[in-house]
């Protein structure tokens, strides 16, 4: 029958989904007495390992001991985390929530990019340079496989920066107006 997956989730949680032996993360929970054994499916046998522990660890009965006093002192460890500040792991959490996926920093590069190559395209097409601001015209430039690159250089200082969004018309380094 196998552990409750409540059960689970709340031992990754109090583990800080961590392995008690090695610290990595990504958990099975093991059975310190396996269920062939008699081992019930309690919390108190089981124990929040990696793939490499369980397999290392999990066969060996002469293990089982030191198996519930490494967890223990593990889930002491993670409960002291964050004794002074309870609601920080729910904050973590909300972070999480709203931080932008691999995906999402992806499709934003995408766009971005497709902006910059019509702006430039828009700058070569264009027959007054009045429709784009003249600033970006030594900016953009499209790169010999397809790429855009975009970037300005302070002729005060000589600080070349890529793409900088909210540079306030200035240069970060000595302040120059570009």
């Not at 081992?39 to 990696?50: K, Q, S, V």
């Amino acid at each position: 029958m196998g552990f409750s997956e409540e059960l689970k989730v709340n031992i990754r949680k109090k583990a800080h989904h961590t392995c008690c032996l090695c610290k990595s993360l990504g958990v099975e929970i093991h059975h310190i007495i396996p269920e062939k054994d008699g081992g019930p499916n309690t919390e108190d046998n089981a124990a929040p390992l990696c793939p490499s522990c369980h397999e290392t660890y999990g066969g060996n009965p002469d293990k089982r001991k030191l198996l519930r006093e490494v967890r223990d002192f593990w889930y002491e460890i993670c409960e002291k985390r964050f004794a002074g500040d309870s609601d920080r792991l729910r904050e973590i959490s909300e972070l999480l929530k709203v931080t932008a996926s691999r995906d999402d920093v992806n499709q934003g590069i995408d766009g971005l990019m497709k902006m910059l190559r019509d702006v430039k395209a828009k700058l070569e097409t264009s027959e007054t340079q009045k429709e784009v601001p003249s600033q970006l015209g030594g900016m953009i430039g499209i790169t010999q496989f397809g790429g855009v690159s975009a970037g300005r250089h302070c002729n005060k200082c000589g600080t070349t920066i890529g793409l900088m969004i909210g540079d306030q018309g200035k240069c970060p380094s000595c302040g120059t107006p570009w």
